[in-house]
């Protein structure tokens, strides 16, 4: 099956720096990415579109200067949590849908964020 | 707002018994319902997926059940095992490829 990388797969950070995540689609072309965040014990919630070539999709209540998306290719969106804060800390997924064949949303393994 | 409900939170099945989770959902312009399965510390994994123009699909030991008229749709397992120890998420979205609304989870473990 197809598959979408993350990196790093956890990273520790001091409250205050920014964190970058790549998320890339090894064997397939995704013009559309999505990120997702998940808190320990819970489900996952949508966090944000991201569009190929253009501006992300942000979900209500998600601020889009502190969650900063980029789409820069059509197998890499990155995610990168500004000024980041102990609240901040949590597991992130992307994922991408495989539109050349079933359309099936495939997960990447996930980045777990502790901000100290 | 909660679009999926996702019952039970956990639950607790002896290795041979079947794995009952049941989905709710309310947007009627959902069409197409996938199960995951997420292992501790690792991203969601597609099991099996439905839509809504048949009412029950299986593979291998997973099927899902699906009630259109009722919006529920359900995953059983059966024939239990340890290694089906993990987190479902039922999801349901407008078409596959599309973002997805997830339900609230539901922890199986299976004891040996």
């Known amino acids: 099956g197809a598959v979408v990388s993350q990196h790093p797969s956890w990273v520790i950070c001091k409250s205050g720096t920014s964190v970058k995540i790549e998320c890339r689609s090894l064997?397939?072309?995704?013009?559309?990415m999505f990120w997702y965040r998940q808190f320990p014990k819970q489900s996952l919630m949508l966090m944000a579109t991201?569009?190929?070539?253009?501006?992300?999709?942000?979900e209500q209540g998600v601020e889009k200067d502190k969650f900063l998306i980029n789409h820069a290719s059509l197998t890499l969106s990155t995610l990168t949590v500004t000024s980041a804060h102990p609240e901040d800390s949590s597991f992130y997924i992307c994922s991408a849908p495989d539109r050349a064949k079933t359309g099936e949303l495939f997960f990447g393994e996930g980045s777990r964020l502790t901000v100290l | 707002q909660q679009q999926v409900k996702q019952s039970p939170q956990s639950l607790i099945v002896q290795k041979g018994g079947i794995s009952i989770i049941n989905c709710a959902y309310e947007?009627?312009?959902?069409?197409?319902f996938p199960w995951y399965q997420q292992f501790p510390g690792k991203g969601p994994a597609l099991l099996i997926a439905?839509?809504?123009?048949?009412s029950e699909k299986k593979e291998g030991r997973f099927t899902i059940s699906f009630n259109k008229s009722a919006k529920q749709f359900s995953l059983h397992i059966m024939d239990s095992q340890p290694g089906d120890s993990a987190t479902y998420f039922c999801?349901?979205?407008?078409?596959?490829?599309?973002?997805?609304?997830f339900g609230g989870g539901t922890r199986l473990m299976v004891k040996p």
């Open positions: 999801a349901a979205s407008g078409n596959a490829g599309n973002m997805l609304t």
């Open positions: 439905i839509r809504p123009d048949v």
């Open positions: 947007n009627t312009a959902f069409d197409y």
């Open positions: 991201s569009n190929e070539g253009s501006k992300a999709t942000y």
């Open positions: 064997d397939f072309q995704a013009t559309t």
